[in-house]
């Protein structure tokens, strides 16, 4: 309210603000995140089959960082919690139901595939004018799930952000908040107390690239360049484009990290300070680093929301056992795009055509909850998932998972083993903690949903990457997987 400041006396800024307003169509408090599906292993496993212990699928309520979170693979890595469990600070009040959860999760999705069928068609039609493609189309993405603590300025200030392999611009609350600031868990960033702060010019390339990197054109208000980004779930931030010192741990500090000093902010970003980009643009952290780091990162999110997993920067500590599949050639210049082959359910290989798969294509994203398949593939996996589990009664559906069963009087569960053959013909194995979502003992459903188009893009989502070392090896152009990444 109160500061004349600033952004309300830009031109381009209404613009924004008239674009976001345009975007908060029927405005659903929903929050984007996983709470439910934890789950561990019993010792006994086959090809098969996984033995899981029905105690460990429910949602813990104490943080128990005692097993994994004293043990970050390195000195460089980053302790990772889960937005919406007990490791963050969260009102219990706040938190949305598993089918709020599931709608945010589709409301990202679809702003996925209209961000990459937006891109397709612009390249398609960059060298003419004469097709006029609807300018706000899919700029939109629902944040992520996960989030880690950095520093930022001098002296720095600690922040938690939430990281997002679907995001290029890093952007944090900043004082004094000109418009608007949603409630965080640490005290907002204020740039006028950190030595090293500078605003970015209008006109700079920096500035410049935030067009690729957000999906709109910057603004400029007294020579300052002004940022402005909206997500799937309705949430945005706008504000000015600063660089500082960014602390991602003590012994790595990134100097001039360009980032958004938002201004007026909205959404649910469950107590976070704002947003890390991990994503391919320029501007991403990945580039913006790519010096130090070798464009090299990996993380492992944890079983359940109430472990801790890691973030870690640069080649160093990724794991020799760690498996590899080719990037494929991009559309965009956001997503992590790779292939997917085949799957297997039980050990055995699915009925399913292989241009099922390669008809539109697949993406690894760390925001998405639940992958979403074409819906061939969907059908197969789960007749064949189903079969195997004709002795468990079922339960209840919710929203986008429709296999789900009552496990109520259960002790232990033995479900089927589900693999992804990736190109390259690299075979991964889904964790055990990777197939269910545990809504209650009595709803616990397959962790897989159908798109709703055969062109959608298949979404390889948080779920299914559970207790893996995730390794993006942007240079060397390949994604890779390990077995037992969180430790
Ligand atoms: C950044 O630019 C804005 C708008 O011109 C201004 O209000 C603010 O004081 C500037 N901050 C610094 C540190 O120069």
Redesign the pocket.
């Known amino acids: 309210m109160g500061n004349p400041?600033?952004v309300s006396s830009s031109k381009s800024l209404h613009h924004f603000i008239f674009i976001l307003i345009a975007s908060l169509v029927l405005v659903s408090f929903f929050n984007n995140g996983a709470a439910a599906a934890d789950r561990k292993l019993l010792a006994s496993e086959s090809h098969e089959f996984h033995t899981i212990k029905l105690s460990s699928i429910l949602p813990g309520s104490v943080c128990d960082s005692s097993s994994q979170g004293h043990k970050l693979p390195s000195p460089s890595s980053l302790k990772v919690v889960h937005k919406h469990g007990p490791c963050h600070k969260t009102k219990e009040s706040s938190l949305p139901s598993a089918s709020e959860l599931l709608a945010t999760d589709e409301s990202r999705v679809k702003s996925i595939n209209s961000r990459i069928s937006f891109s397709a068609a612009r390249n398609t039609f960059a060298s003419t004018d004469s097709v006029r493609l609807p300018a706000k189309s899919g700029s939109s993405l629902g944040a992520g799930n996960y989030l880690v603590q950095v520093g930022l300025g001098t002296p720095k200030k600690d922040l938690s952000l939430i990281f997002d392999t679907g995001s290029d611009l890093t952007w944090t609350q900043c004082e004094p908040c000109a418009r608007s600031c949603y409630d965080q868990a640490e005290p907002i960033f204020d740039?006028?107390k950190s030595s090293a702060?500078?605003?970015v010019s209008c006109g700079t390339p920096a500035c410049n690239q935030l067009k690729s990197a957000t999906g709109n054109s910057p603004g400029c208000?007294?020579?300052?360049c002004v940022y402005g980004i909206q997500y799937g779930d309705q949430s945005f931030s706008v504000g000015?484009f600063?660089k500082d010192t960014l602390t991602l741990t003590p012994t790595d500090v990134v100097p001039n990290f360009f980032f958004g000093c938002g201004q007026n902010n909205q959404g649910l970003f469950g107590q976070t300070a704002g947003l890390i980009g991990l994503a391919r643009d320029p501007l991403s952290i990945v580039q913006q680093t790519s010096k130090q780091y070798g464009q090299v990162f990996s993380y492992c999110l944890p079983s359940r929301s109430s472990e801790t997993g890691s973030l870690t920067f640069g080649q160093s500590y990724v794991s020799k056992a760690v498996k590899y599949t080719p990037f494929s050639s991009s559309q965009g210049t956001t997503f992590y795009f790779i292939d997917v082959l085949a799957m297997f359910v039980g050990g055995q290989k699915l009925q399913i055509s292989p241009t099922v798969f390669s008809t539109a294509g697949s993406i690894i994203d760390s925001g998405t909850v639940i992958t979403r398949l074409p819906p061939a593939a969907y059908t197969a996996l789960r007749d064949a998932f189903r079969k195997q589990m004709t002795s468990y009664p079922m339960g209840k559906p919710v929203s986008i998972l429709d296999t789900c069963y009552d496990f109520s009087k259960y002790n232990t569960v033995k479900i089927p083993t589900i693999s992804i053959i990736f190109g390259g013909n690299t075979k991964i194995d889904i964790d055990g903690s990777g197939i269910l979502y545990a809504v209650s003992s009595s709803q616990v459903c397959l962790a897989f949903a159908p798109n709703s188009d055969a062109s959608d893009v298949l979404i390889y989502g948080n779920v299914q990457q559970k207790t893996m070392q995730v390794v993006y090896d942007v240079a060397g152009n390949k994604l890779g997987f390990g077995a037992k990444g969180c430790l």
């Open positions: 400041t600033a740039p006028s702060y500078s605003n208000n007294t020579n300052t000015f600063g």
